[in-house]
């Protein structure tokens, strides 16, 4: 099974910063598809961004982008201009063309943001 | 409001009893997926059904079954609960279709407390 790293369970960023979240993933398929979660203390589970493997340009929503490294199989989340709302956990997932349709999912990042 | 509907939001029982809950997909997506959070935990795959029939299978326990009907809404069924069951349960939807660019749209969760 696929597999998806996320190597820090904990970062913080004062607001109006930016922050970098990390993820990376382990795969041997060429086609598929990247997400960033956001769970806010209301747990309610939010799409963020996504990108698709064979774009190369990195795919942005406002004040959040992505660092899309095919090569390295990383998948970074970019905050711009932080904001106490964007306190949450991120989570990381995967989706391939050829596993079913399942998502993978990493173990998170609790951002705290510091006013 | 992702369009996918979990009843109920909330439930509370006690050791050795079953409960069922329940998801409505949004309309038009074929696939259901089901996921547990434990406190502080990541997100863990139970079960994955399309059209009704199941797709794929997870971490998913035996005293755990789950069924999508006709009308494609889905109910996970817990029994012999014990108290390391209690956990936030995801119902999430997507279209089910293989190679398709979609996402996963995720209810409000059902937060089952076992006492």
């Known amino acids: 099974a696929q597999t998806v790293t996320q190597s820090q369970p904990e970062m913080s960023v004062q607001e109006a910063e930016t922050v970098t979240l990390s993820c990376t993933y382990d795969t041997s398929e060429s086609d598929y598809y990247l997400f960033w979660y956001k769970q806010p203390p209301s747990r309610q589970m939010i799409l963020v961004i996504r990108?698709?493997?064979?774009?190369?340009q990195n795919a942005t929503e406002n004040r959040f982008s992505v660092n899309f490294q095919k090569a390295a199989k990383s998948f970074s989340l970019k905050i711009s201009d932080s904001q106490l709302g964007d306190a949450a956990m991120y989570f990381c997932?995967?989706?391939?063309?050829?596993?079913?349709?399942?998502?993978?999912f990493g173990t998170g990042t609790s951002l705290t943001v510091i006013p | 409001d992702s369009g996918v509907t979990q009843t109920p939001k909330h439930l509370i029982t006690a050791t050795g009893q079953r409960v069922t809950l329940r998801c409505s997909p949004r309309s038009g997506d074929l696939s259901v997926y089901w996921y547990q959070q434990s406190l502080d935990q990541g997100l863990q795959f139970l079960i994955q059904?399309?059209?009704?029939?199941?797709?794929a299978k997870g971490n998913i326990l035996e005293r755990f079954s789950a069924q999508q009907f006709p009308d494609l809404h889905s109910e996970l069924n817990l029994s012999s609960l014990e108290l390391g069951d209690s956990a936030l349960y995801f119902c999430?939807?997507?279209?089910?279709?293989?190679?398709?660019?979609?996402?996963?749209?995720f209810g409000s969760g059902t937060q089952l407390s076992v006492l």
């Open positions: 059904y399309y059209n009704g029939e199941e797709r």
């Open positions: 990108q698709e493997a064979y774009k190369q």
């Open positions: 997932a995967y989706r391939g063309t050829n596993t079913g349709n399942q998502f993978y």
């Open positions: 999430a939807s997507s279209v089910g279709v293989s190679g398709y660019n979609e996402k996963l749209f």
